[in-house]
């Protein structure tokens, strides 16, 4: 890598295909813990011009009408009558296809291997693989800077549409970042912008294409893009790149200009391809899935670990096999930041942080958080990425291990120097 370098990274508003799709299976989980919070979700989405199909695998107590639900997720986004481009929340079709879960996976959820051998009574990994969680120290949220900019974009988009700032706007967007960083590894510069926004076909009465893509990116400079960096350590300057609405008119938007799926935006809703991912996406999974569960316990170490001061960018990887408990791996890596080496980092992790699915969802209060939030918590985390909210509160944000950790380290070092004491005396 050369010493200066540009990173990118991109994010999609509420009203994106897939976003609809991810924030309509979350609302389902929503709806089922809000009234059995033992209840096991596993709900996939899809849409397209003038359908959304609700189709997987959900065993529940719950009463819920499915049409209902889905039809108040795509009205709040936006999807009504001429202001939905051609997707309607009242006239859509909504199939609903759903079954319950498999027998088999849930009976090594409920019962663990361990259990199985005897060893207490334990909850098993929902399914096999491997999450990443990541932290660093280039922003206030400890987010890497480009995904982070992308997401205050993306966001900020709905915010102007929905309370009339700009009231022009529809719902579909994306956003784009590029980031220079510079020798010292560290954000320099805002180096490109990018923005396509869906918009209604006139502004204030004008229609000619070219003057309301040059009031379009007039208006998104002043009142999208320069307020998000207000806490920033760099803003765009004289040399900053914009592209807004770079293949001109974007009228037809949403599903009814692109299908959309449940869990196709996992970058988006992670680091933005700062640091690795395990492939496993978050949205319509109950917490017994390791793919979300763990995703937010590894994240919270992470940012503790940096919280902590223990290093500068920390990335700490988890697996599991299906219907077994305890890890089959925990790793930290620290990329030559760390004040102690990966190897001594990890083994305190492993210590300090129960990472079995069942400790998880206690220690989050995962399975709670639905009802706790007057029956919607996961629906608003389903847009905008799963860390880095300082507009939610978060379990997995805080930094409430930060003294553990320091405790830890500060006792093994002690211990480290009374040895060589001791040794130094013999």
């Keep these: 890598m050369s ?21 309509i299976s979350d609302s389902i989980l929503d709806a089922v813990l809000s009234q059995d919070p ?25 009463n819920i009408s499915f049409q209902d639900l889905i039809r108040k997720v795509v009205r709040d986004i936006g999807y009504t009558k001429e202001h939905g481009g051609g997707f309607d929340a009242e006239s859509c079709a909504v199939l609903v296809a759903l079954n319950k879960q498999s027998a088999d996976i849930a009976a090594g959820v409920d019962q663990a291997l361990e259990v199985r051998e005897g060893d207490g009574k334990d909850t098993g990994a929902g399914d096999q693989g491997m999450m990443f969680g990541f932290a660093c120290n280039e922003t206030p949220e400890l987010m890497p800077m480009p995904i982070l900019v992308a ?3 993306a966001r900020r988009l709905s915010e102007v549409r929905k309370n009339g700032v700009l009231g022009y706007l529809r719902p579909d967007g994306k956003s784009q970042v590029t980031i220079e960083y510079g020798e010292d590894g560290k954000p320099a510069r805002v180096d490109t912008i990018v923005i396509s926004t869906q918009h209604e076909p006139s502004i204030d009465g004008e229609e000619d294409n070219d003057k309301v893509q040059a009031r379009i990116a007039s208006d998104l400079k ?24 770079p293949s001109g008119r974007f009228v037809v938007g949403g599903p009814h200009g692109d299908a959309g799926l449940t869990g196709r935006k996992i970058i988006v809703d992670t680091y933005g391809g ?44 988890v697996a599991y096999a299906i219907g077994v ?5 925990v790793m930290v890596t620290t990329f030559g930041t760390g004040k102690f080496p990966d190897h001594e980092i990890t083994e305190v ?20 958080l639905p009802k706790a939030r007057g029956g919607r918590f996961y629906q608003d985390v389903a847009a905008y990425g799963h860390f880095g909210r300082t507009d939610l509160e978060l379990p997995w944000e805080k930094l409430d291990r930060v003294d553990d950790l320091k405790s830890a380290f500060f006792q093994a070092a002690a211990a480290k120097a009374d040895s060589s004491k001791a040794a130094s005396i013999k």
């Design 3 to 23: 010493k200066t370098y540009l990173f990118t990274s991109e994010s999609v508003t509420e009203g994106h295909p897939d976003k609809i799709c991810d924030q």
């Design 38 to 62: 033992k209840g096991r979700v596993a709900a996939e989405c899809s849409v397209a011009t003038g359908l959304v199909l609700l189709f997987g695998e959900i065993t529940t107590t719950a």
């Design 151 to 153: 997401h205050r974009i």
């Design 222 to 245: 002043a009142y999208v893009v320069m307020p998000v960096f207000h806490d920033l350590s760099i803003k765009p300057d004289d040399k900053t790149r914009y592209f807004i609405n």
């Design 274 to 317: 700062y640091a690795r991912h395990g492939g496993g996406a978050f949205s319509g999974k109950d917490p017994t899935k390791v793919d979300r569960s763990a995703a937010y316990a590894v994240r919270h170490i992470a940012k503790n670990i940096i919280g902590a001061g223990l290093a500068e960018r920390c990335e700490v990887q």
């Design 325 to 329: 408990a305890h890890p089959v791996s």
């Design 349 to 368: 992790v492993k210590r300090l942080f129960d990472l079995r699915p069942a400790a998880i969802i206690k220690t989050f209060a995962l399975n709670e």
